[in-house]
């Protein structure tokens, strides 16, 4: 009744293809934004920052990014962790030998040099498929992982392996380092991944997102329309790395300041962006939103209970998080392969309808 | 004989008896492959959780004891007793069929007909579950697994070769863990029975069937849910024989699962459905890691063991996708 | 001049695609024994035959799946090397297949649009900032796809997802996404298999209209007699791979040896 299609006509296809065809939709979207752009700097403190805002951001970019790969290309990707590694180690390097380079430059350098990296991994995809790519992608994981902790050039030989982000600045803000103010770190990350979502939904509603899609559901008919299957995959991997450096890169020197590569892009952050697109909805940008918020919110939500309601040890919140989170899984493929995206489109569609569902 | 090739043939044999240790894991993953068509990530989850459950039974843990505890405020945490090995394998044994039925109950039968690797992302949800719930259930802690079987390095096979090296040098004779040379036999000893259990027994042919053709498998009344029960079971026992190994070998930790995972590297050089396949991809990778480890390993920092299995991998995968002993794959339209 | 342009320059009536001695074989299994047809611009031709006689390996050797082992193809006048179906796509052949092969995550929207691929042009940098050129582009595009969807008479189903389609629509669609990329040659692989008649009367019309309407050139292959001998233009008839009738939908019914092979000997 209130939330409905009636009226909203359109007259031109260009009005058709819009990415918000219902002016309620657009309204919200744009509140939203405000919302996000003005108030929440202003409101923000340390413990949201660290604890639910920022990871939220930069993980969304890398849920973006594997769910151009494995949702809109249909090659699922286990080396998520190893490309985020590259983007972090990237960005120390252009950092410590470039201190006055923009640190906007520098994020969006790292993303490339992962592009670049991910284009030499996704050259298997031409041949093999599945879990066959899963398996490729693996050796990228273990193979990178090992390679940042074994070549001492990559840490510039500090003793004790980890990799440290210096204070840098942009636009005269701390952005990096100890003395950076959350807002500002927050700022930073929400321009980044306000501008990629847009990039991943306008490539993604145009040519080259239909031909991934189209090599995601069925390769053969793509090539008989076409569709280069090896330039695509590789297009997918490219722009799929570049999202997952430009996270990685954040993750490291916005996020955590200091990194050792096997504790913090091992195999497990690869499962954790996997698990973002799979609970959020594979193929949907606001399933790459919805996945990452509900991943980064409920361990939080967990701790919060378990530890600080009920008083239990760490380790066994910590245990019962893998079964929720394994459980869930499980729980999401059987019943709504498509995620969270699916249910909040269903739940649109309803409340189009609503009250009179004839 | 040079003291060099003499430690480069000890190598080798270390490489052999790692590369059984894979390969047990391997023909769970092919078990389960070829009667389901599924990837199942959690076989090396399985093999660590068998082995905890193993220790926790033997040793007298109560399950679920810091849950319990943290709950209601009670300190308890063992029954007091300690099981014979047998008797406690028997009982880890009557678990893991519970859980493949279990699987089979929850999972598998509302995931029929689903493309692969949405099976395959299942099972990786489900090796995270378990993760969690055999932490939950016996704790975190390295344990220690004794069931019995002898370890060490063997005297004998030392006494027997010390003298094979040229006269004067530091040669002390070539040392095998007694433990490898158990589980390679445990190995072959399983691997026969599997083969004899699908060749001869009505429930080994039916199997066999349903590898082949789904379809026709059921229209001659096989049912395909109880073969997939026998099938988890069969690889929940494969997976408490290679968890009994690894455990045995280096403690039921975490790691045992990861090392769980090199079974996939096995898996696409053997084949994903030749049982000697996964024999050979195992030993293949086995040799191959400890030998690259042994050369190359000193020249470029070490720990190459961590990604050789899996370079080597996608190197096949590029140049020869159909493994080692698969047919090329004609694609029809 | 592309092999596109080329085809568009080739005048009715005269030839378009030429096989010549094509034989095809798996692993020692044969398919194809030297056949050689040929295909006149803005003809229906109909390639038939029982099953397993070669039909589908036909059009597979000709959109670049397959590459015989011996033999030539022609198209528009020069020899092809091996192509890949991608770059076949390019020279203005699309196709559609037995089993349908539609985009199953996608809309009926965009199942065609997607046929329009080999006309649109915007790099991955324009389509990136989408306001301007790819915006347009998009836009243009659509109005040839909306034309399509009016053809087809598929408005209403425009946004439904293709896998929720009945099979009779879903056929439909797929031809629309081949008729998307505006082919020269136009390959069906048996449009109107497991269809009822009034779907196939539906299809025929649909296939006529297309040559019509569209100039486009056919090759089909179909298992109803019936609908071959009233849409064809000319016939070619395989038999365990080899060629053994080739004329216009009479001189086939006609040929003995056709008739012994195919159609059975009649038995009043």
């Not at chain 1, 990871?55 to 494995?70: K, M, V």
């Not at chain 2, 014979?84 to 028997?90: E, K, N, R, T, Y």
Request: proline share 3%.
């Amino acid at each position: 009744m209130f939330y409905r299609q009636a009226g909203d006509f359109k007259t031109t296809y260009r009005g058709d293809i819009q990415t918000f065809p219902l002016r309620q939709d657009r309204i919200a979207y744009y509140l939203m934004l405000a919302f996000a752009f003005l108030v929440v700097p202003f409101v923000i403190n340390d413990y949201w920052a660290s604890a639910v805002l920022i990871p939220f951001l930069i993980l969304a970019i890398a849920s973006l990014g594997l769910n151009i790969l494995t949702g809109y290309c249909g090659l699922v990707s286990l080396g998520t962790g190893g490309f985020m590694a590259v983007g972090a180690y990237a960005c120390y390097k252009l950092m410590t030998a470039f201190p006055d380079l923009n640190m906007m430059i520098v994020v969006l350098l790292a993303g490339f040099i992962t592009a670049a990296v991910g284009l030499l991994f996704g050259i298997p995809s031409l041949r093999i498929k599945g879990f066959y790519l899963a398996v490729a992608t693996l050796a990228a994981q273990f193979f990178l992982v090992w390679l940042f902790n074994k070549v001492p050039w990559f840490y510039n030989y500090s003793a004790s392996g980890q990799i440290n982000a210096p204070e840098r600045t942009m636009l005269g803000f701390e952005v990096t380092g100890a003395n950076a103010e959350p807002a500002v770190s927050y700022l930073f990350c929400l321009t980044i991944l306000t501008v990629l979502a847009l990039i991943a939904r306008n490539l993604t509603r145009g040519r080259i997102g239909r031909s991934w899609m189209a090599i995601r559901d069925m390769d053969i008919a793509a090539e008989i329309i076409g569709v280069n299957p090896l330039k695509t995959k590789l297009s997918a991997f490219a722009v799929s790395s570049f999202y997952i450096g430009v996270a990685g890169a954040l993750f490291f020197s916005v996020y955590l300041g200091a990194v050792e590569v096997g504790e913090v892009f091992g195999i497990n952050q690869s499962f954790l962006i996997l698990f973002m697109i799979i609970i959020g909805g594979l193929g949907s940008i606001f399933g790459s939103f919805a996945g990452a918020a509900f991943m980064v919110l409920m361990p939080v939500l967990l701790k919060n209970i378990m530890v600080g309601g009920l008083g239990w040890p760490t380790d066994i919140a910590a245990h019962i998080e893998f079964m929720v989170v394994g459980g869930l899984i499980v729980i999401f493929l059987i019943v709504e392969p498509h995620g969270l995206a699916q249910l909040w489109r269903v739940a649109k569609e309803k409340l189009l309808l609503w009250p009179f569902p004839h | 004989m040079s003291p060099q090739f003499l430690y480069t043939i000890e190598v080798m044999l270390n490489g052999l008896m790692a590369g059984v240790m894979y390969s047990l894991v391997a023909l769970g993953f092919v078990l389960i492959f070829k009667a389901s068509g599924i990837f199942n990530y959690a076989q090396g989850v399985m093999a660590l959780f068998a082995a905890m459950t193993l220790v926790g039974i033997q040793n007298g843990q109560v399950p679920f004891a810091h849950l319990v505890n943290a709950v209601f405020g009670t300190n308890i945490h063992g029954f007091g007793w300690n099981l014979p090995a047998l008797f406690a394998i028997i009982l880890t044994l009557g678990v893991m069929i519970l859980f493949a039925i279990l699987v089979e109950r929850l999972i598998l039968k509302h995931l029929v007909n689903q493309e692969p690797i949405i099976l395959f992302m299942a099972t990786i949800g489900l090796a995270f579950f378990m993760e969690g719930f055999g932490d939950l259930m016996w704790g975190s802690d390295i344990k220690v697994l004794d069931v019995g079987i002898p370890s060490g390095g063997s005297l004998w096979l030392e006494d027997k070769t010390i003298g094979w090296a040229a006269e004067g040098s530091n040669y002390y004779g070539m040392y095998i863990d007694k433990l490898d040379i158990v589980a390679t036999l445990v190995a072959l000893l399983l691997v026969i029975t599997l083969t004899l259990f699908s060749q001869y027994t009505k429930t080994g042919r039916a199997l066999r069937a349903v590898a082949d053709d789904h379809q026709a498998a059921l229209s001659v009344g096989i049912s395909l849910r109880r073969i997939w029960v026998i099938v988890w079971a069969i690889s929940g026992f494969v997976a408490l024989v290679a968890g009994i190994m690894w455990g045995a070998k280096s403690g039921v930790q975490f790691s045992l699962s990861l090392i769980a995972l090199k079974a996939l590297p096995v898996l696409i050089l053997g084949g994903f459905t030749s049982i000697p396949g996964a024999i050979i991809g195992g030993l293949i990778i086995g040799v191959g890691e400890k030998l690259f480890e042994f050369t190359i390993g000193p020249l470029i920092g070490g720990a190459t063991e961590n990604w050789f299995a899996y370079v080597l991998a996608l190197l096949f995968l590029v140049f020869r996708p159909q493994g080692l002993f698969g047919e090329k794959i004609i694609e029809r339209v | 001049m592309g092999a596109r342009a080329a085809a568009q320059s080739i005048d009715q009536g005269a030839e378009l695609l030429r096989v010549d001695d094509i034989s095809l074989s798996f692993g020692g299994v044969k398919a194809l024994t030297d056949v050689s047809f040929d295909v006149l611009r803005g003809e229906v031709r109909a390639i038939i035959g029982p099953n397993g006689a070669g039909k589908s390996s036909m059009l597979n050797v000709i959109n670049g799946f397959y590459h015989p082992q011996q033999g030539e193809v022609w198209f528009a006048g020069s020899q092809r090397r091996n192509p890949k179906p991608h770059n076949i796509a390019h020279q203005g052949i699309a196709r559609t297949f037995q089993n349908i092969a539609l985009f199953n995550g996608m809309s009926t929207l965009d199942n065609i649009m997607t046929g329009r691929f080999t006309h649109m042009k915007q790099n991955m940098l324009m389509q990136a900032f989408w306001r301007g050129p790819a915006e347009r582009e998009e836009v243009q595009n659509r109005e040839k796809v909306e034309e399509i969807i009016d053809f087809l008479e598929i408005q209403a189903i425009r946004k439904t997802p293709v896998g929720r389609l009945p099979y009779g629509l879903q056929k439909r669609v797929e031809l629309g996404r081949a008729l998307a990329a505006e082919p020269i040659l136009l390959l069906l692989d048996e449009p109107m298999a497991g269809m009822n008649v009034e779907e196939k009367e539906d299809m025929s019309r649909f296939i006529l209209d297309v040559k019509d309407e569209f100039g486009t050139t056919i090759t089909l292959i179909e298992h109803d007699m019936g609908v071959v001998m009233d849409i064809s233009d000319r016939v070619v008839v395989l038999d365990y791979g080899r060629k053994i009738g080739d004329g216009t939908p009479d001189e086939v019914r006609n040929d003995q040896a056709v008739i012994d092979a195919y159609l059975g000997v009649a038995h009043d």
